[in-house]
């Protein structure tokens, strides 16, 4: 898998958008970019995946660079119920690749 | 569907003794995988299984054994509990590269 740099934590307004930065200049063609939350005590979530257009589900919007090196998750209302840990993982489409989780990014939606 | 189930929510061992946590998913999915994550760090990879008789090791395995004789079942065994196994035990199933997790064992070792 590539490696997937975050920044360790942000704040948002409740309401607003929130915009979650992910680089993986290493990313190889074949893999994705998948974006997971953990909301406290809860075993993580999966919200959107993709691998070179944007993507865009009930939950959120995956927009990912032409170059690939990088892709920001976009919460587009935030509610103080997204706050949660973010995780940008890069692997490819296969599920017996499994997952390896860093960091994330500690996402505090303030009102 | 009920999704990916986990029993028990909480359990309390003392040293030296073993228990076997239960995932369960009913969406037919070939891969399953336990992880655990300790307070304040994030999930570690423990066993996994790519379907029905087939399982192996991930970054933690030591003190652990799965065996997977369904496709919905995937139960994980600690042998002889250590303190350094008490963590949040999540067990997860995937479909096309996406994992979905159960809500986590909470297991605390005496």
């Known amino acids: 898998d590539a490696k997937t740099t975050q920044p360790p934590s942000m704040d948002c307004a409740e309401g607003r958008a929130a915009n979650l930065p992910c680089n993986h200049s290493?990313?190889?063609?074949?893999?994705?970019v998948y974006w997971y939350r953990q909301i406290h005590s809860q075993g993580p979530q999966y919200i959107i995946h993709?691998?070179?257009n944007n993507e865009t589900n009930e939950m959120a919007s995956l927009i990912i660079t032409e170059d690939r090196k990088s892709s920001t998750l976009i919460l587009p209302h935030a509610t103080l119920r997204d706050t949660a840990v973010y995780y940008c993982i890069a692997k490819n489409n296969n599920a017996g690749n499994m997952l390896t989780f860093g960091g994330g990014t500690r996402l505090m939606v303030k009102p | 569907n009920a999704g990916v189930t986990q029993t028990p929510k909480f359990q309390v061992l003392k040293t030296g003794q073993s228990m076997t946590l239960q995932c369960a998913q009913d969406?037919?999915?070939?891969?399953m995988s336990w992880y655990r994550q300790d307070p304040g760090m994030g999930l570690r990879l423990i066993h996994y299984?790519?379907?029905?008789?087939?399982?192996d090791q991930g970054e933690v395995p030591n003190g652990y054994n799965v065996s997977r004789s369904t496709t919905e079942d995937f139960p994980l065994r600690l042998l002889s509990a250590a303190p350094s196994q008490t963590s949040v035990y999540f067990c997860?199933?995937?479909?096309?590269?996406?994992?979905?997790f159960g809500p986590g064992t909470r297991l605390t070792v005496l």
């Open positions: 969406m037919n999915h070939e891969y």
């Open positions: 993709g691998l070179k």
């Open positions: 299984s790519v379907g029905a008789g087939i399982t």
């Open positions: 290493t990313i190889s063609g074949n893999e994705y």
């Open positions: 997860a199933s995937s479909y096309e590269g996406a994992w979905f």
